[in-house]
């Protein structure tokens, strides 16, 4: 395959190359990271980028950066999450590989509502291939639902024909997070 210009142009405003893993060379793929704001969606996107904790406000609008990882380039759009953004998330599906799903895991009052979320952002016809990464974020805090109980709220275990995992982790430490770009990595290389 040789250069090509990306169809996330527009959004990007940047071409992309893309080229066969078998030359040794990377393949940008492209993430949608969403959740409900305060989540820790930005936290885990600087902790991947940089390696440190970077001081973050609401996002409002979005981010998006590239991340190197295993030979892989990953363009992720972290994008807020507030309940009046989100009708805006739609716009960000078009030829999205992956959606990076990050939950708070402390916050049992709004779990529901990001179920729905979820729900209703898979049922969309962009997204029908789009492997699923969840990160069960805030990990560290003594009243966080496990990974089993999360998969159970989020409905995950009805989801057919498409590739998920969940993953717990903790964005202020990195704990999990490469756990689950691992998980990214193999589904990805195998398609």
């Not at 991340?67 to 998330?89: A, H, S």
Request: aromatic fraction near 10%; proline fraction near 3%; include cysteine.
């Amino acid at each position: 395959m040789g250069s090509a210009t990306s169809p996330h142009f527009e959004r990007s405003f940047q071409g992309v190359v893309e080229i066969d893993v078998a030359q040794g060379l990377v393949i940008n793929h492209f993430f949608f990271s969403v959740g409900l704001d305060a989540a820790g969606k930005t936290t885990i996107l600087y902790k991947l980028k940089l390696g440190e904790v970077v001081t973050t406000i609401p996002t409002i609008g979005f981010n998006v950066e590239s991340v190197e990882y295993r030979n892989l380039n990953f363009t992720v759009w972290d994008v807020g999450g507030q309940d009046k953004i989100r009708p805006l998330w739609r716009h960000y599906f078009q030829n999205t590989q992956g959606l990076i799903f990050v939950v708070d895991s402390n916050d049992r009052d709004r779990i529901g509502e990001a179920a729905e979320e979820l729900q209703k952002m898979l049922s969309e016809e962009d997204l029908a291939n789009a492997a699923v990464l969840v990160f069960a974020n805030k990990q560290d805090l003594p009243n966080a639902m496990p990974t089993t109980e999360v998969t159970d709220k989020l409905r995950l275990h009805n989801l057919r024909n498409r590739e998920w995992y969940i993953q717990s982790s903790c964005a202020t430490t990195g704990e999990g997070l490469y756990e689950g770009m691992d998980w990214l990595s193999k589904v990805l290389l195998k398609s």
